[in-house]
């Protein structure tokens, strides 16, 4: 079974302050993806990564695959309290798997006014 | 836009009942997935189907069955409920060769 270890498990911070949440595995993944969760809703997709060493951004977040395709990150620049959720990294192994993703812990992200 | 409806925001079941949770996508999406989220684990994938009448086994499949008799309907039963189903039950569907899933709102399922 892949595993995917997602860190920190909380941040708060404060409003316009960076930071960066971590998530690695020792299996190698097809594609990585990044999802944001709010309370009382499903996550939904922020971003697909699928080359080893790609960078994505969108608006002030910024995701990174490993050049390994084994681990990613997930860097938010001058955060706001409307970035405030749950994030989820989650690994599709490719081939005959139907899609299957492995999720990650994810991490709670609290960011105060 | 995809959407994935849940029919029960909220449930409430008494400890051995039989639960049956429903989930229904609107764009012909082949793959379906049910996953319970629980603090500080996730999600945990319970079962998933990737065609009609098939099903496969996710990570924890124990305690749980599954039905898809229709493409766009993926139910979950839990057979006999135990207080440890106390979860978050979140559904999902992709397209057959794709991988980024669609969500739906959640079932929030206490087993008392």
């Known amino acids: 079974t892949q595993l995917l270890e997602q860190s920190p498990q909380f941040l708060s911070i404060q409003e316009g302050e960076n930071l960066t949440v971590y998530c690695n595995s020792s299996?190698?993944?097809?594609?990585l993806q990044w999802y944001r969760q709010e309370p009382g809703e499903g996550p939904v997709l922020l971003v697909t990564?699928?080359?080893?060493?790609e960078v994505k951004k969108l608006k002030r977040l910024t995701f990174q695959f490993g050049d390994a395709r084994k681990d990613s990150s997930l860097h938010i620049t001058a955060a706001q309290p409307g970035d405030t959720g749950l994030y989820l990294c989650?690994?599709?192994?490719?081939?005959?798997?139907?899609?299957?993703?492995?999720f990650g812990q994810g991490t709670i992200l609290t960011v105060h006014p | 836009d995809v959407k994935v409806t849940q029919s029960s925001r909220y449930l409430v079941k008494r400890t051995g009942e039989k639960v049956f949770l429903e989930c229904v996508q609107d764009?012909?999406?082949?793959?379906m997935f049910w996953y319970r989220q629980d603090p500080g684990l996730g999600l945990r994938l319970i079962y998933f189907?990737?065609?009609?009448?098939?099903?496969e086994k996710g990570d924890i499949p124990e305690g749980y069955s599954v039905s898809r008799e229709k493409k766009e309907r993926f139910s979950l039963i839990l057979e006999s409920a135990s207080t440890n189903q106390t979860s978050m039950y979140l559904c999902?569907?992709?397209?057959?060769?794709?991988?980024?899933?669609?969500f739906g709102a959640g079932t929030r399922l206490s087993v008392l």
């Open positions: 999902a569907s992709s397209w057959g060769g794709a991988n980024i899933q669609y």
């Open positions: 764009m012909d999406h082949e793959n």
């Open positions: 299996s190698v993944f097809s594609s």
């Open positions: 189907s990737y065609d009609v009448k098939m099903k």
């Open positions: 990564v699928v080359t080893g060493g």
């Open positions: 989650a690994g599709n192994a490719g081939g005959t798997s139907y899609g299957k993703l492995t």
